[in-house]
């Protein structure tokens, strides 16, 4: 009798190990499935690591990514939410990114008065810049910019990220508060550059302000620096003070240097637009769209319209502005300009 109570005893141990390697399994197949942008499958596999009522925390959250992906906003929220209820004794770091997840989604899907108390539960927590400078986002969206001011100050208490001064700065500009933002560049032209990176930023905002010459000089130190990236804008900047010839060579000097070429080749079919060598631009750009940088596809394509319409070949620029508005459909200078070509 006892061997058999023994013989049972160790059946169930292996059922049970069966059960929770299969979980195992699931859970790394939902991965993999998401790595692909699968996401059909990916909550397929999460749900059956769910359904063994195995690492629920771990696999609501991945289950909320996948419908975030898919932009099922209210099944993101709940699966994050599932995450949240099922934290027995959470791990801070882990709790505080389900939060920021379940935050962005509920801001996604319109509920911004609940992302903003997701926001502070994070904040209760302790201090955090992300979370400062995200709930500062949503109440501006909510036009509370008293709120949002105070919010901001507090993410760049200390900060020397030149990006958050500029995205503060963007936010503003987005909401058709320009001159409100322009504070935040001033504020980080207060900084001490550190390296050619910092110098690169400083041209971002002396662009953005459009004093080019300063933005120039910023940019040159960075290149001296050793920061590539500097070439690309100081294109840009050169084009702005309409020295199309310095513009291109600095583009050629980037692709000389640099693997990743689709943002030169999307300079240089700039500057031919601006040289009013058009087809020169349109093979330009072909090389751009060849390097497969979903990165730079945008700005490739809505200048392949541009260079199409300065051809005056207006039928093709339609049917390209077509298929452009079907990948980008927000894409607000674009429906401007398709306002334009329906009248030609």
């Not at 105070?150 to 700065?169: M, P, S, T, V």
């Amino acid at each position: 009798m006892r061997k058999e109570v023994l013989a049972v005893g160790c059946a169930l141990m292996v059922f049970c190990g069966c059960g929770k390697n299969n979980a195992a399994q699931h859970y790394e197949s939902g991965w993999a499935a998401m790595e692909k942008k699968d996401y059909t499958t990916a909550v397929n596999e999460f749900q059956q690591v769910i359904d063994q009522n195995s690492r629920l925390a771990e696999s609501y959250r991945a289950e909320g990514i996948a419908y975030y992906s898919e932009k099922a906003y209210p099944e993101a929220i709940a699966a994050f939410s599932r995450s949240l209820n099922n934290m027995d004794d959470p791990d801070k770091e882990f709790k505080k990114d389900v939060q920021f997840y379940l935050a962005q989604a509920r801001m996604d899907y319109g509920e911004v008065d609940k992302a903003i108390e997701v926001y502070s539960e994070i904040l209760k927590a302790g201090e955090d810049e992300q979370a400062f400078f995200l709930r500062g986002k949503a109440y501006i969206s909510m036009e509370d910019y008293k709120n949002a001011e105070k919010d901001f100050q507090r993410a760049l208490e200390g900060c020397e990220d030149y990006n958050l001064y500029i995205n503060i700065y963007q936010i503003y500009v987005d909401h058709n508060k320009a001159v409100d933002g322009d504070a935040y560049l001033k504020m980080a032209l207060e900084l001490e550059p550190q390296d050619g990176e910092d110098c690169y930023h400083r041209g971002r905002i002396y662009e953005y302000e459009k004093n080019y010459e300063a933005a120039r000089d910023e940019l040159k130190t960075a290149m001296e620096q050793g920061y590539e990236d500097a070439m690309l804008l100081l294109g840009r900047v050169y084009l702005e003070m309409e020295d199309p010839a310095s513009a291109r060579s600095m583009y050629q000097e980037y692709l000389q240097k640099s693997e990743k070429g689709a943002k030169a080749y999307n300079g240089l079919a700039m500057c031919d637009i601006y040289d009013g060598a058009y087809d020169s631009a349109l093979e330009n750009i072909a090389q751009g769209l060849k390097e497969n940088s979903k990165e730079d596809e945008q700005g490739l394509l809505y200048n392949e319209i541009v260079a199409y319409e300065y051809k005056r070949d207006f039928a093709t620029a339609k049917e390209k502005m077509k298929i452009y508005l079907e990948q980008y459909p927000e894409d607000e200078a674009a429906l401007r300009e398709n306002e334009f070509l329906s009248t030609r």
